[in-house]
């Protein structure tokens, strides 16, 4: 390999300004729906132990639906199986664009940050693994640690007021994006139990409309797709597949390519429309009404005696700093990048600490792992716990570097002749930029599009 090629490969390296443009105005929304989030959890746990936590019950277990077609769920259900569907359709077409147009694009650049994820999924299912069946009890689990909740990890960010480098955020926001799709092969092939053939066909074929109109008859109009989208998300739902599959896999089939009319990518401009209600009311309200545990002493004492819940507490508080920050010292170590002159590996242990609070998706895996309620608070209340020791650990690692992390900030953001462009990005800069970056008057029509402030 050419030498340039290998200097070029910075791990947590700077950017390039359509991407730092695009990773902010995803962070900044998710951000203040972390915030929300946290609210909304710390009020269903308030809620599930005061004496009023009858009525908490009686909400969360309220069933109202259309009968005939199998849509007569509770409220909790609701939000696990519908509002989620509109997160993961935000995954989705996250996914797309960093796979055409992001930095997934390219085998070289995306490694790192696959391997970081997928070691990130794959030790916390070994830790629970272990732990759980050393202690004699049994592999149901194995799956509530694998995902980190994007949401979660931005609002302690935003809590603790941390200026985290936009090369940070940006991995923990792919490390995020990674996850949810491994969340979702998951729930899709182990958490199926029976398939109503003619009702995933159906679903499919659905799908298939949903690509002709969007892809190859470039139809615009919101009216052609909302009851598309609600026929598809109804069959997945009565074929036995988890429903949020559907929104992960519509998420998927949106259009990268610019539009030729409007000049925009309409899985960005639909992300972002999407984003806030996801982040801002779908995600907070499941946890709303997924996080009400009972945190009695007997139910805190069953999270570190019994087996179960154990492993899923020490998966996300242990596994997952070992399985991020491990996977990503090995791919620099085997691949030939280099770490960002700006930061150490102390930052990438702060990251892979956040990436172990895995709340919303660990809840949801946890739901459909164990059904008997009983067993399900004790899980819930490990992944409250293990989230929250993650949370707390981070913490203090990203506040003993904020210093850093602000100075750095602020170099990402000044923008001294008022262009629009921070002035880094106008500097020469010792290191050749990567040969696969966009065209230079590419990059400068995208960074002029977006906001003065380009961070969260």
């Not at 989030?37 to 132990?49: D, K, P, R, S």
């Not at 309220?62 to 696990?80: E, M, Q, R, Y």
């Not at 209600?277 to 069953?302: E, H, I, K, M």
């Not at 930061?343 to 990251?351: E, F, K």
Request: hydrophobic fraction near 50%.
């Amino acid at each position: 390999m050419p030498r340039r090629n290998r200097r070029n490969r910075a791990f947590l390296g700077r950017l390039p300004l359509p991407e730092r443009a695009f990773v902010a105005d995803a962070l900044r929304t998710e951000t203040v729906g972390g915030v929300v989030l946290l609210a909304a959890a710390a009020v269903a746990l308030v809620w599930a132990n005061t004496p009023w936590s009858d009525a908490y019950e009686t909400v969360r277990d309220f069933h109202f639906g259309i009968g005939a077609l199998g849509l007569d769920l509770s409220v909790a259900h609701w939000t696990a199986d519908g509002l989620l569907a509109f997160f993961f359709f935000v995954a989705g077409a996250e996914l797309k664009r960093e796979l055409v147009v992001g930095e997934l694009r390219h085998p070289g650049t995306a490694a790192l940050p696959v391997i970081a994820a997928v070691c990130g999924m794959a030790v916390p299912a070994l830790v629970y693994g272990l732990i759980a069946t050393g202690l004699g009890g049994t592999w149901n689990g194995w799956a509530v640690p694998i995902a980190t909740d994007i949401a979660f990890a931005l609002g302690v960010l935003a809590v603790i007021d941390t200026h985290l480098p936009s090369a940070l955020r940006a991995f923990l926001l792919t490390l995020a994006v990674v996850d949810d799709l491994g969340a979702i092969v998951v729930i899709a092939l182990f958490y199926t139990s029976t398939i109503n053939l003619a009702a995933l066909i159906g679903a499919v074929v659905g799908l298939g409309l949903f690509f002709h109109l969007h892809d190859r008859r470039r139809v615009h109009g919101w009216y052609w797709y909302l009851p598309l989208t609600l026929v598809i998300w109804g069959l997945t739902h009565a074929s036995g597949v988890h429903a949020t599959v559907a929104g992960v896999a519509m998420g998927l089939l949106l259009r990268v390519a610019e539009d030729g009319e409007r000049g925009r990518r309409p899985a960005e401009w639909i992300a972002h429309l999407v984003r806030p209600v996801s982040a801002g009311v779908a995600v907070p309200l499941f946890a709303l009404f997924a996080a009400g545990v009972s945190l009695t002493g007997d139910t805190l004492r069953n999270v570190i005696s019994q087996p179960e819940p154990l492993g899923v507490g020490l998966g996300l508080a242990a596994g997952k700093v070992l399985g991020v920050f491990g996977g990503s010292y090995l791919a620099v170590r085997f691949t030939g990048a280099r770490l960002s002159r700006d930061l150490v590996w102390a930052d990438v242990l702060a990251v892979a600490m956040l990436a172990g609070i895995g709340f919303t998706i660990s809840l949801l895996i946890g739901e459909l792992a164990y059904p008997d309620p009983a067993d399900l608070g004790q899980i819930k209340a490990a992944v409250l716990l293990g989230s929250l020791t993650s949370a707390l650990l981070a913490a203090v690692l990203l506040r003993l570097r904020n210093n850093k992390y602000r100075r750095l900030y602020e170099e990402e953001n000044r923008d001294q002749n008022a262009d629009g462009i921070p002035d880094i990005y106008q500097q020469a800069d010792p290191v050749p930029p990567r040969t696969d970056d966009p065209q230079p008057q590419h990059r400068e029509r995208h960074g002029r599009r977006g906001d003065r402030s380009v961070d969260t």
